[in-house]
């Protein structure tokens, strides 16, 4: 089964400032997908950004980026320009490619709480 | 298309009554997930339909839960009888195929007093 970690419970960034937040991940697949998932104080969960583990190419969405180092099994979002807006709980979410056998939900980890400074 | 539809958003009830949350998935899309949200538990996938049919029930906790999906536009999780331990917030979600994103409803949080 696949697991996925993110071992900053907390990080905290000032306004237009960067932040990183960290994902690691542990599969015997060799293709596969991750996302990162937004869940503000309404609880609503965003889609926030998507990678597929076959390109190699980093994903990009705005200020929104990520680091994704498959030998490494690492998946690191970055975000620029810090809003005030930007403050949620932040999942980081994998997914198998093959249907069945509960491999078509997704796996998530247990999310980092970002609070902007004004 | 107005999204993944849930009902209701917050639903207290005593141990011991039956509790029926319900979902309506993105119009054309074939997956639907349901997922418990709790502090000490995070997300965890419950059960998941393709096509209206239950593929994978084995998150599901005990046989107080059950699932439905009588057609392609309407899901229901059940809880009966319902106890504290069961509190949460219980998302459903839809995605086209397996391979993208799902997208979720805003949840209902559930309280057993």
């Known amino acids: 089964a696949q697991t996925v970690t993110q071992s900053q419970p907390e990080m905290s960034v000032q306004e237009a400032e960067t932040v990183t937040l960290s994902c690691t991940y542990d599969?015997?697949?060799?293709?596969?997908?991750l996302f990162w998932y937004k869940q503000p104080p309404s609880r609503q969960m965003i889609l926030v950004i998507r990678?597929?583990?076959?390109?190699?190419q980093n994903a990009t969405e705005n200020r929104f980026s990520v680091n994704f180092q498959k030998a490494a099994k690492s998946f690191s979002l970055k975000i620029s320009d810090s809003q005030l807006g930007d403050a949620a709980m932040y999942f980081c979410?994998?997914?198998?490619?093959?249907?069945?056998?509960?491999?078509?939900?997704?796996?998530f980890g247990k999310g980092t709480h970002l609070i902007i400074q004004p | 298309d107005a999204g993944v539809i849930q009902s209701p958003r917050h639903e207290v009830t005593e141990m011991g009554q039956e509790v029926t949350l319900r979902c309506k998935p993105i119009?054309?899309?074939?997956?639907l997930f349901w997922y418990r949200q709790t502090m000490m538990r995070g997300l965890e996938l419950l059960i998941y339909?393709?096509?209206?049919?239950?593929?994978?029930d084995s998150g599901m906790p005990e046989d107080r839960f059950s699932a439905k999906m009588p057609n392609a536009s309407f899901s229901t999780l059940k809880i009966q009888p319902s106890e504290p331990r069961d509190s949460a917030v219980y998302f459903c979600?839809?995605?086209?195929?397996?391979?993208?994103?799902?997208?979720f409803g805003q949840g209902t949080r559930l309280t057993v007093v």
């Open positions: 990678q597929e583990a076959y390109k190699q």
């Open positions: 979410a994998y997914r198998s490619p093959y249907s069945g056998g509960g491999a078509d939900g997704l796996t």
């Open positions: 979600a839809s995605s086209q195929v397996w391979n993208t994103e799902a997208f």
């Open positions: 339909f393709n096509n209206n049919v239950p593929i994978d």
């Open positions: 119009s054309g899309h074939d997956y």
């Open positions: 599969t015997s697949e060799s293709d596969y997908y």
